[in-house]
Nanobody, 123 residues
């Protein structure tokens, strides 16, 4: 079983940076497509970024393109989301997600979710 655990959230000023991490306390995630979603207060959960199992392809939401970078270290069983030039509208709970199929992950129809980590960007 894949049990995803996020870390790295916190409070940061606008223009600052944070790096989120996601690892599995169960089965290795090295063969899964992985991604990040977020949910702001009173809004629907939205796609942020995803990466293929071997890291050779990434895909980003337009709202974060050029500011966020998703990466992975399969040897460390960890996926990262580097967030730069943060804006107040990036404030949300960020969820790690995983699935064997890239297409399902992008749509949010994936099998595995973490419990989320709060990111708050102050203006």
């Amino acid at each position: 079983q894949v049990q995803l655990v996020e870390s790295g959230g916190g409070l940061v000023q606008a223009g600052g940076s944070l790096r989120l991490s996601c690892t599995s306390s169960g089965r290795s995630i090295s063969r899964y497509c992985m991604g990040w979603f977020r949910q702001a207060p009173e809004k629907e959960r939205e796609f942020v970024a995803t990466i293929t199992w071997n890291g050779d392809s990434t895909y980003y939401a337009n709202s974060v393109k050029g500011r966020f970078t998703i990466s992975r270290d399969n040897a460390e069983n960890t996926v990262y989301l580097q967030m730069n030039s943060l804006k107040p509208e990036d404030t949300a709970i960020y969820y790690c997600a995983g699935d064997s199929q890239f297409a399902r992950l992008v749509k949010g129809d994936n099998d595995y979710w973490g419990q989320g980590t709060q990111v708050t960007v102050s203006s």
